[in-house]
């Protein structure tokens, strides 16, 4: 039993960084389940802006946590298309499937996978916001607005502007992702993009903005919606010309709409940096306290993935009674996961770094094959890889 306010792991944030920590204890290490506690700023079902794209690595994660996202409310997109003003490739997760990727809307996905956390015995505390970490050789102190706790491990799974990052990061270069986000009615009838599909454009390129503006299928309150958004990676800070709500305006006017006519929400991303940290001793990061991947800012299949790697850092942590956490980083560095992110952020510098709108629209429209095959051999599909290369 714990003492009162005193556990031996507290992890800060149930969205799905931690509640996948929580969910991979729970597989491997059950009797730390009644130690844990986490503690969560909002209220499931909480907003959380997100475009909701799901890649199939976070359902090869979810499979092996014995979930099924389809319980979930969700939409099957039928292809994803990567262009350059209008035209380009397009493409589906896995060659034989049906679908190209499933969109969630994030507060009914978040809600039910933090229901499943409860189901397996956490105890999530909502409404509790942390306030200040601070860590010492015996432990972690939190102080929340509901009062103080102490905690042998700190998880920070709280996000891209991590209180518990702060703690043991004092000072680091800016690696976070600029995003603009709308959810809009269904398509205008003038639209050239398809119902049941997906679009990335790249468009805003040229206009110094290093990322794309998006056009999402989804489904909200039972009702087909379209999320929109524009992303810039901001992986060369300082290089926009145009503000990005300019930019999101003019893909707007480009599909018969008014930016004006909506409501529009932004976030930042933090995105994946080999080089930065990890962890400390105590203390681990996950999810987008860590980062996401640069390209596009997709960070929901790495956030599952991540718990994981956490969830086995502190199995082996209670075990041995040491709690440095030295090998997390490299373990996350060395596996497919890992791998792939690093090469996203290496995509990103150089994709983002050309500004010419020839080369995008060669690019998009001319070497779709070759795209494609590189995607599938070393962008996507790492969690399959992942059980491949440990069976
Ligand atoms: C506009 C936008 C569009 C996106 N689109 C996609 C997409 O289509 N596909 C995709 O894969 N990814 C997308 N992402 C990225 C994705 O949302 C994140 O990568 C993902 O949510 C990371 O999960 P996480 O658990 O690490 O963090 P979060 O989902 O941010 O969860 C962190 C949790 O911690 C809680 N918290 C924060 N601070 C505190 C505190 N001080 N005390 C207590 N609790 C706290 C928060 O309330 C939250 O519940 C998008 C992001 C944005 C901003």
Redesign the pocket.
């Known amino acids: 039993m714990q003492s009162a306010n005193h556990y031996d792991l507290i992890i800060?944030?149930?969205?799905?960084?931690?509640i996948s920590t929580a969910l991979h204890l729970a597989q491997i290490a059950p009797h730390l389940i009644s130690r844990t506690l986490i503690?969560?700023?909002?209220r499931h079902p909480?907003p959380?802006?997100?475009?909701?794209?799901?890649l199939p690595d976070a359902e090869v994660i979810l499979r092996r946590l014995g979930l099924d996202i389809t319980e979930a409310a969700h939409t099957d997109v039928d292809w994803v298309h990567f262009d350059f003003n209008g035209q380009g490739m397009q493409m589906r997760a896995e060659k034989t499937g049906t679908f190209a990727l499933r969109t969630v809307r994030r507060h009914e996905f978040d809600a039910w996978l933090a229901a499943k956390a409860r189901q397996r015995g956490f105890l999530i505390q909502e409404n509790?916001?942390?306030k200040r970490v601070t860590v010492s050789g015996s432990g972690v102190r939190l102080e929340t607005d509901k009062g103080e706790y102490r905690a042998k491990v700190v998880v920070g799974?709280?996000?891209?502007?991590s209180?518990v990052r702060q703690a043991i990061v004092t000072h680091e270069d800016l690696h976070v992702a600029r995003?603009l986000?709308v959810v809009t009615g269904p398509l205008p009838k003038k639209s050239p993009h398809k119902e049941m599909d997906s679009y990335f454009d790249f468009v805003v390129i040229p206009q110094g903005i290093a990322g794309y503006a998006w056009d999402f299928a989804a489904v909200e309150k039972g009702k087909p919606v379209r999320v929109r958004?524009v992303y810039d990676s901001n992986i060369h800070s300082g290089k926009s010309k145009v503000p990005l709500r300019e930019a999101l305006a003019g893909e707007f006017r480009r599909h018969g709409l008014d930016l004006e006519d909506y409501k529009l929400e932004g976030?930042p991303?933090r995105w994946f940096d080999a080089k930065g940290t990890f962890a400390a001793p105590r203390v681990l990061l996950?999810?987008?306290?860590i980062g996401?991947d640069a390209i596009f800012?997709?960070?929901?299949?790495a956030?599952l993935g991540y718990g994981g790697f956490t969830a086995r850092a502190i199995q082996d942590a209670f075990a041995r009674k040491d709690f440095s956490f030295g090998g997390y980083k490299r373990s996350i560095l060395r596996s497919e996961m890992g791998k792939a992110l690093s090469l996203r952020t290496w995509i990103a510098r150089v994709l983002y770094a050309i500004p010419w709108p020839a080369f995008h629209a060669f690019l998009w429209r001319r070497m779709g094959w070759f795209i494609e095959w590189f995607v599938r051999a070393f962008v996507i599909g790492w969690a399959q890889r992942q059980e491949k290369h440990n069976a």
């Not at 800060?12 to 931690?18: D, E, S």
């Not at 503690?39 to 909002?42: I, T």
């Open positions: 800060v944030g149930a969205g799905p960084a931690g503690l969560e700023k909002a909480r959380k802006l997100c475009a909701g794209g799901v509790t916001v942390v799974a709280d996000g891209s502007n209180i995003v986000e958004g976030f991303i996950a999810g987008d306290a996401a800012g997709e960070g929901i299949s956030a």
